[in-house]
Structure formats: structure tokens, C-alpha cells
């Protein structure tokens, strides 16, 4: 899972400087747009109900789940593209902005439906079957075309627009489904099909009022949590950047570093997720947070040091200088990016509990702390104190609610702390060394040298933590 993740992101941050060599910032505009809708409007297109599909206990309720979830995932797509058909043909006067969004009004419908797929429904239904090599594999697809595909069609062809960053987008949705397909189809029965093809509707209302609070509390819940995320880009194009420089410069500096660290922190979260039944079950629960926790502390330490002091010269290092600004981005959100690695992939504890309405509350507090933050920098016209606001809350909010989730569990995040200090002699070494290379390393090439053989170290030592807190923990 981990390396199906990294993979994702491991070959967009490689082609990265390739892409930013051929787009400049304002290219980047409107598929950022693009990406920003589909992300938040994925999130919520299958009404949360794929949520279920690792947790019940009956084939019938599963496959109803899995076909539960594809209805609503295509009728939320129509309403999209309707809700946008209307808004571009009675509300847009504007020329320019009328032809971007005429191609959005396809592109977005058809990107929800892949993306919901891919990441949510079959990712979802791969977890209860426990096919991690599956998902590693599509994902590892995924990212190489997403990231080789622009460059391939500039290369070839010449051809250099918002279009073929979306065609490339999509093609790569398409081709990982394809491939998890492809894996499945030899362990798969001909009832499979049969199931998910022919059915009774009574089965399907049935597992629609049994799950209720999936579209009633964690569908709600999950749209603000990511629309709280994204929400920096929707206010940088709106009141800061009209040509979306700034907002394009999020987009990446986002791609580049939260995305990847989420998705290694999500990769361990869906697995945690996937066993939780069991270990609750088995009265271990604590035992796989605590493990978890560490685990996910080893990784953020050295991490949230990395940002603050070396990112301005590894991101001048990597793209052209019209995209150093990136670091300085980085910076700002580091404090924000160590807490939400922490503690994200552990923020399905209350829905383990069946208490949704938790998170529910959490994501309202949390995305009107970003409101006011943003509101603020755009009160004073002053991007930078925006987000720096924007990441001091959600910084905050996030360890109140870590507290709050490692206390329903009965754990204590002073006492997990100081389990994790265990290593207090190496996070001392590590910390140092990069303090050395920001003071003494005046060039950012030998700065991103530099990073990266600390950074392959941490991976090493990240797998000899997982070995002592997981397999160790279970022969036990």
C-alpha cells in the first residue's frame, strides 16, 4: 500500500521539473480548476456509502453497497454536469472564461466518475478483499502515465494546452481500472458479475436506509474536510491572483509535498481502517493506534525539519526558477502538514466507533477556521499572512482532535509521546544534520543531494520500525 502510494506521486514529482519547463504557471490555470472540482466532488459522489463495504459482514449487503454506491456516483456526475451546463449558458458572459468552462462542463462529469471509482468505490471493495498488491500496481500505473503522458504528447506532437493535462489526467484513471480489472478477472467468478448485474431494488433501499449515517454524517463531513483543503486555491484564484499564478504555485507545491506525504499517511490509515473490525473485535484496538502513532510520528519528525529549513533550496533545485516560490509555500504549511500526517489516517477512529456525527462536527470546526484565516488575509490583502493562519488553525484544531480521538480509545498522546522519544538519540542526529546542511550547504544542488540520502535513510529506518511495531506485535 505504502509503495503503491508512493508510486503515485513518486514519478509526478520525478517528471516535475519536465512539466514546469514546458507549462508556466498561468498554463497550469485552468486545469487547476479542474483538478480542485473533481477533488472535492469525488469525495462525496458515491454519498460515502463505499465506506461500508470493508466493515459488513454479508456478500448480499456488499454487493448492494458496491452497486449503491456506482448508482449514486453517475447520478451525482449528471447533476454536475447539469448544475455547470446552466451556469455557463445563463451566468458566464465573458468570452474567454465561456470556452474553458464549456470544456470543463464534459471534463468534470467524466473526471468525477473515474476519480470516484478508482479512489473510493473499487478502492474500498479491493480493501475488504485485502488486495493491497492490486491497488499498489494500479496506482503505481496511475502515476506514471498521469506524469509521462503531457510530456509525451509535447514531445511527439507539439502540442501544449490546458487539455492534454486533463486528457492525460483521465487517461491514467481509465488505464488503472483497466489494470485492476485485468488482476481480478482470473480470482473472479462468473457471480460476480451475476451479482452485481442482476439484483433487486428492495436490496438496494435496504443497505440505503441500514447505512444512513454515511450519507447523512460522513458524506457532509468528508465534502468540508476536503473543500477545507483545496479551499486555498479557490481563494487564492478568486481574490489574490487573476492570472492563477499563486493558485497554480499552491497546486504544485501541494502536489510536490502534502500529496505524497498524505497519501503514505492515507495508505496507512486504509490499512488500519481495513483491520479495525478485527482488532476491536479481538479488544487490541489501542494496541494497533499505539503502533500506528509511532509509526507515523517516525516519519513526521524528520519530515516537518526537512520543510522548514531546506525547502526554498530543494525546490529551486528541482524546478526553474519561476517556480521557487514553492518552497517558501512549503514552509508556511509545514507545521500544519506534520499534525494532519499524524493524526489524518487515524481520523476514521469515531466512524470504527459508528460515531460519524464526531467527525461531522470536527469538519465544521475545522473548515470555519480556515474560512476566518482566509478571510482575514484577504480582509488585509496579504497572501502570505493567509496562509499562514490558514496553516497555524488548522494546525491547532487538528491536535485538539487527535487528543480527543486518542481518548475515546483510553490513550494518552503525553504517554504515546513519550514512547516515540525511545528514538530520541536518532530524530538528534537526523534534526542536526539538516540544520548543518541549511548553515553550511549554500547550493541548492548539493542541498537536494544531500536531502535525498537522509531521505533514503528515513525510508530504511521506516521499514525497520514497521517490522518491530507490526510483525514483531503480531507473532507476539
Known amino acids: ?28 490555470s485552468v486545469y487547476t480548476i479542474y483538478l480542485t472540482i473533481i477533488n472535492v466532488v469525488s469525495i462525496i459522489a458515491a454519498l460515502k456509502y463505499e465506506l461500508a463495504i470493508p466493515l459488513v459482514n454479508t456478500s448480499k449487503e456488499r454487493y448492494s453497497l458496491l452497486r449503491l454506491s456506482i448508482i449514486n456516483c453517475i447520478l451525482f456526475s449528471l447533476l454536475v454536469f447539469i448544475i455547470l451546463s446552466v451556469y455557463i449558458n445563463y451566468f458566464v458572459f465573458d468570452q474567454i472564461t465561456s470556452n474553458y468552462l464549456f470544456d470543463l462542463q464534459y471534463f468534470v462529469p467524466s473526471g468525477i466518475i473515474l476519480t470516484s471509482l478508482f479512489y473510493h468505490i473499487i478502492y474500498n471493495t479491493l480493501l475488504y478483499q485485502k488486495k493491497f498488491n492490486f491497488i499498489s500496481i494500479s496506482k503505481v500505473v496511475f502515476g506514471f502515465l498521469y506524469a509521462t503522458l503531457p510530456i509525451f504528447i509535447f514531445k511527439y506532437y507539439g502540442l501544449k494546452d490546458y487539455k492534454y493535462l486533463i486528457y492525460s489526467h483521465q487517461i491514467a484513471l481509465g488505464s488503472s481500472l483497466v489494470i485492476i480489472l485485468i488482476l481480478s478477472f482470473r480470482q473472479m467468478h462468473s457471480s460476480f458479475f451475476y451479482n452485481i448485474l442482476i439484483f433487486q431494488m428492495k436490496d438496494v433501499m435496504a443497505v440505503f436506509k441500514k447505512y444512513k449515517k454515511y450519507p447523512i454524517f460522513s458524506a457532509p463531513s468528508q465534502l468540508i474536510n476536503t473543500l477545507g483543503i483545496w479551499l486555498p486555491i479557490i481563494v487564492i484564484w478568486t481574490f489574490f491572483d487573476s492570472n492563477a499564478k499563486y493558485a497554480s504555485l499552491y497546486l504544485l507545491s501541494h502536489r510536490a509535498v502534502n500529496m505524497p506525504v498524505m497519501l503514505l499517511g492515507h495508505s496507512l490509515g486504509k490499512i488500519f481502517y481495513s483491520e479495525a473490525a478485527d482488532s476491536l473485535n ?16 517516525h516519519l513526521a519528525l524528520p519530515f516537518i525539519f526537512i520543510c522548514l529549513f531546506l525547502a526554498p533550496s530543494i525546490f529551486t533545485a528541482v524546478f526553474s526558477e ?35 456525527e464526531l467527525e461531522l462536527k470536527f469538519n465544521s470546526i475545522i473548515l470555519l477556521g480556515r474560512f476566518v484565516s482566509l478571510g482575514i488575509g ?10 499562514i493562519l490558514y496553516s497555524a488553525s488548522n494546525c491547532l484544531i487538528w491536535i485538539i482532535y487527535l487528543v480527543y480521538m486518542l481518548k475515546l480509545s483510553n490513550l494518552s498522546i503525553s504517554s504515546l509521546l513519550i514512547e516515540c522519544m525511545s528514538n530520541k538519540v536518532e ?6 544534520l539538516i540544520i548543518l546542511i541549511y548553515y553550511f550547504v549554500n547550493t ?19 521499514i525497520i520500525m514497521a517490522r518491530q511495531n507490526f510483525y514483531e506485535s503480531r507473532l507476539k
Request: aromatic share 20%; glycine share 4%; no cysteine.
Open 378 to 387: 484577504v480582509y488585509y490583502d496579504n497572501l502570505f499572512m493567509a496562509l
Open 322 to 356: 519561476e517556480w521557487s516560490e514553492m518552497g517558501y509555500i512549503v514552509q508556511i504549511l509545514s507545521p500544519w502538514l506534520f499534525v494532519t500526517f499524524i493524526a489524518a489516517p487515524l481520523s476514521s477512529i469515531p466512524t470504527i466507533y459508528y460515531k460519524q
Open 427 to 432: 530524530y538528534s542526529i537526523l534534526v542536526s
Open 282 to 297: 479481538e479488544g487490541v484496538l489501542s494496541n494497533s493506534i499505539s503502533n500506528y502513532f509511532k509509526i507515523l510520528f
Open 1 to 28: 500500500m505504502v509503495g503503491g502510494s508512493l508510486g503515485t506521486y513518486l514519478f509526478p514529482i520525478i517528471f516535475s521539473p519536465l512539466l514546469t519547463r514546458i507549462y508556466t504557471p498561468d498554463e497550469f
Open 444 to 462: 541548492p544542488i548539493y542541498t537536494l543531494i544531500l536531502t535525498s540520502l537522509l531521505l533514503i535513510y528515513i525510508a530504511y529506518s521506516f
